[in-house]
């Protein structure tokens, strides 16, 4: 069995370890690739407070792995699992390191694959060996999905500075309509997804939604002041539910002066 007592991990160069601040956990970066946003973290927290729990999560897109790590430490229990699914290499190991780090190898796995392969295979258990993977798929499949997806569709928007934050940010192999199907795939029947996005992309999103059987359930939008117009938007799905869609109040992130708003400092659990 593999141990988690005093691991020291290696940071090489460009790499630094940040206190994400949620039940002291740490997380192993490169900021010149990609670091994780409030998008992130606010998805995390949205998930958490609608599905109240769960046995078996996967992270679609996960990239250094914080959505998991947030997530376990909101609504996890002692048999709680979750898998991350990323398709970049390094992002899987940083995300494999920071597992180790938080003495948590054994209720977080992270896998590399490409959430296009996994939307179009014929089967997902056989998509990934890994244990968790395995243990959703012979339970149904997953209780909960969360995905953080490139934003910005193939073609489109000024490319980002370096390949690891234009792969974050743009559709490369997978789009989003790849990612919605993966998610149906894998999660069992009235199994949760819960998904960070633009606004701008709302039609598209509920049109794949409802083609691959993924009823959107809940909707917050998020403005960057109140009284600003919405630049995020959250949804939370079910597989197979029923036709009835719940608004919740906007949610700021700032709060006019500058500074996190008191409910985004609740969601950091700074207050």
């Not at 977080?108 to 258990?125: P, R, T």
């Not at 997804?193 to 701008?200: G, K």
């Given at each position: 069995?593999?141990?988690?007592?005093?691991?020291?991990?290696?940071?090489?160069?460009?790499?630094?370890i940040?206190?994400?601040?949620?039940?002291?956990?740490?997380?192993?970066?490169?900021?010149?690739?990609f670091?994780?946003g409030?998008?992130?973290?606010?998805?995390?927290?949205?998930?958490?407070?609608?599905?109240?729990?769960?046995?078996?999560?996967?992270?679609?897109?996960?990239?250094t792995?914080?959505?998991?790590?947030?997530?376990?430490?909101k609504?996890?229990?002692?048999?709680?699992?979750?898998?991350?699914?990323?398709?970049?290499?390094?992002?899987?190991?940083?995300?494999?390191?920071?597992?180790?780090?938080?003495?948590?190898c054994?209720?977080?796995?992270?896998?590399?694959?490409d959430?296009?392969?996994l939307a179009?295979?014929?089967?997902?258990?056989?998509?990934?060996?890994?244990?968790?993977?395995?243990?959703?798929?012979e339970?149904?499949?997953?209780?909960?999905v969360?995905?953080n997806?490139?934003?910005?569709?193939?073609?489109?928007?000024?490319p980002?500075?370096?390949?690891g934050?234009?792969?974050?940010?743009?559709?490369?192999?997978?789009?989003?309509?790849?990612?919605?199907?993966?998610a149906?795939?894998?999660?069992?029947r009235?199994?949760q997804?819960?998904?960070?996005?633009?606004?701008?992309?709302?039609?598209?999103?509920?049109?794949?939604?409802?083609?691959?059987?993924?009823?959107?359930?809940?909707?917050?939008?998020?403005?960057?002041?109140?009284?600003?117009?919405?630049?995020?938007?959250?949804?939370h799905?079910?597989?197979?539910g029923?036709?009835?869609?719940?608004?919740?109040?906007?949610l700021?992130?700032?709060d006019?002066?500058?500074?996190?708003?008191?409910?985004?400092?609740?969601?950091?659990?700074?207050?």
């Amino acid at each position: 069995m593999e141990t988690n007592i005093e691991f020291s991990p290696i940071v090489r160069e460009g790499e630094r370890i940040d206190e994400i601040g949620f039940g002291g956990y740490k997380l192993i970066q490169k900021p010149e690739e990609f670091c994780y946003g409030v998008d992130a973290v606010i998805l995390a927290d949205f998930a958490a407070s609608i599905c109240g729990g769960y046995r078996y999560a996967a992270d679609l897109g996960t990239g250094t792995g914080v959505i998991p790590f947030i997530l376990h430490h909101k609504a996890g229990s002692g048999d709680s699992r979750c898998f991350g699914l990323d398709f970049n290499e390094g992002s899987v190991g940083l995300a494999r390191e920071s597992s180790r780090l938080n003495g948590l190898c054994e209720q977080i796995h992270f896998g590399c694959g490409d959430i296009a392969e996994l939307a179009g295979c014929a089967s997902a258990k056989a998509f990934a060996e890994d244990g968790v993977w395995q243990g959703a798929m012979e339970n149904g499949g997953f209780d909960v999905v969360t995905s953080n997806p490139p934003y910005f569709a193939k073609g489109s928007a000024i490319p980002a500075e370096g390949a690891g934050k234009f792969r974050a940010r743009h559709e490369t192999t997978a789009d989003l309509d790849g990612f919605l199907q993966a998610a149906a795939k894998i999660l069992k029947r009235r199994g949760q997804l819960f998904l960070v996005h633009r606004p701008s992309r709302l039609v598209d999103i509920f049109e794949s939604c409802r083609r691959c059987r993924l009823e959107p359930k809940t909707i917050r939008f998020v403005v960057p002041e109140a009284g600003q117009a919405p630049n995020i938007v959250l949804i939370h799905c079910v597989l197979g539910g029923g036709r009835e869609l719940k608004y919740l109040p906007q949610l700021a992130v700032y709060d006019g002066r500058g500074s996190y708003s008191r409910e985004i400092q609740k969601i950091y659990e700074r207050i």
